[in-house]
């Protein structure tokens, strides 16, 4: 399985970002995808997730401004993330695989997001 995250960046407050993450070696359509962050010392946090019939949920913190969207034929899950804040400066992850169970599943490398104030 390999999950290859890209999108990320410097962006100031305010501004947007679309992360993708494009999936191989699993049945893509049948698996939720999950997006999560990380900062230095901190646990990995789920920001969102996408469930093999289209469902999501995201984090209250996240709520109206990031939307989580998935290509089923492409292999891809995407994070549109609107209105960043220097808080949302993390590395996000994404991951296949049941979306509230850190030990369950694949994981792709990171890509490191930075929001300026």
């Known amino acids: 399985v390999q999950l290859q995250a890209s999108g990320g960046g410097l962006v100031q407050t305010g501004g947007y970002l679309r992360l993708s993450c494009a999936a191989s070696g699993i049945i893509f359509s049948v698996n939720s995808m999950a997006w999560y962050r990380q900062t230095p010392g901190m646990q990995r946090e789920l920001v969102a997730f996408?469930?093999?019939?289209?469902?999501?949920m995201y984090a209250d913190s996240v709520k109206g401004r990031f939307t989580i969207s998935r290509g089923n034929t492409k292999k891809t899950v995407y994070l549109q993330m609107t209105s960043l804040k220097p808080e949302d400066t993390a590395v996000y992850y994404c991951?296949?695989?049941?979306?509230?169970?850190?030990?369950?599943?694949?994981w792709g490398q990171g890509t490191q997001v930075t929001v300026s104030s």
């Open positions: 996408i469930t093999s019939g289209g469902g999501t």
């Open positions: 991951k296949a695989g049941p979306p509230l169970r850190t030990d369950v599943g694949s």
